[in-house]
């Protein structure tokens, strides 16, 4: 027996992202509008992305978001479209998406900051420090702004001290978080503050052991003290 289609939306309005995936693939579309199978694909992709399976998510995100999904939905299509390719490290494709963001009006936190990340990833510190600093400017207390702009700060030397600062605040608010740890404990290198680097560096790596660029923060730390 199909499922209906809001059976299918209740399962993914309570988070079960597997069962959901399954009821939506149960139901029938055979009569299905254009703008209902526009819908599908649209929470097609989006329990992709919560399971984390990029790919898929990807086609259904692409497909949906040239559909007439309204305004605040294809807002939440395109972000998660860029998380997608920052993700899977399509940095300029995630880019156009969060442009075209903001020249549809929306202009929050979230969307600076994936950008001051992306421009990052393409090597663009100068944009990426706009960025931030513009994310700061809506939201002077957010840690995910807080953290990469200090981090920036820090590595390419401009202002290491207010780095430093920047990157400590980004901890006080997120004390579990590996990355603002490692931003942080990278930081103190910068300053030649090693006692203290090795510590949060270590505190990183525990949290995620897997994660590169806490590992090649760490091999410098090692190499220079041997």
């Given at each position: 027996?199909?499922?209906?289609?809001?059976?299918?939306?209740?399962?993914?309005?309570?988070?079960?992202?597997?069962?959901?995936?399954?009821?939506?693939?149960?139901?029938?579309?055979?009569?299905?509008?254009?703008?209902?199978?526009?819908?599908?694909?649209?929470?097609?992709?989006?329990?992709?992305?919560?399971?984390e399976q990029y790919k898929e998510a990807a086609v259904y995100l692409e497909q949906a978001v040239t559909g007439d999904l309204g305004a605040l939905r294809s807002c939440q299509c395109r972000l998660t479209l860029a998380y997608i390719y920052m993700m899977t490290r399509r940095a300029r494709m995630a880019e156009i998406e969060l442009e075209h963001l903001i020249k549809s009006g929306f202009?929050?936190?979230?969307?600076?900051?994936?950008?001051?990340?992306?421009?990052?990833?393409?090597?663009?510190?100068?944009r990426a420090v706009q960025m931030y600093e513009t994310a700061l400017g809506i939201d002077p207390n957010n840690a995910t702004a807080m953290n990469g702009l200090g981090f920036l700060l820090v590595e390419s030397g401009k202002d290491?001290?207010?780095?430093?600062?920047?990157?400590?605040?980004?901890?006080?608010?997120?004390?579990?978080?590996?990355?603002?740890l490692d931003s942080l404990g990278w930081a103190y290198y910068k300053t030649g503050?090693?006692?203290?680097?090795?510590?949060?560096?270590?505190?990183?790596?525990?949290?995620?052991?897997?994660?590169?660029?806490?590992?090649?923060?760490?091999?410098?730390?090692?190499?220079?003290?041997?």
């Open positions: 027996m199909a499922t209906t289609f809001e059976e299918a939306i209740r399962l993914y309005n309570t988070k079960r992202w597997n069962s959901a995936l399954q009821a939506f693939q149960d139901v029938d579309v055979s009569e299905f509008t254009t703008e209902q199978k526009t819908e599908l694909a649209y929470y097609f992709g989006l329990c992709y992305a919560k399971l202009k929050s936190v979230q969307i600076y900051t994936m950008l001051g990340y992306v421009s990052w990833m393409q090597k663009n510190d100068e290491v001290s207010r780095g430093l600062d920047l990157c400590k605040r980004a901890v006080e608010k997120r004390p579990q978080s590996a990355a603002y503050e090693i006692g203290e680097a090795r510590r949060l560096l270590r505190r990183a790596l525990d949290l995620a052991p897997r994660q590169k660029d806490i590992s090649l923060h760490m091999k410098a730390l090692v190499d220079e003290a041997s």
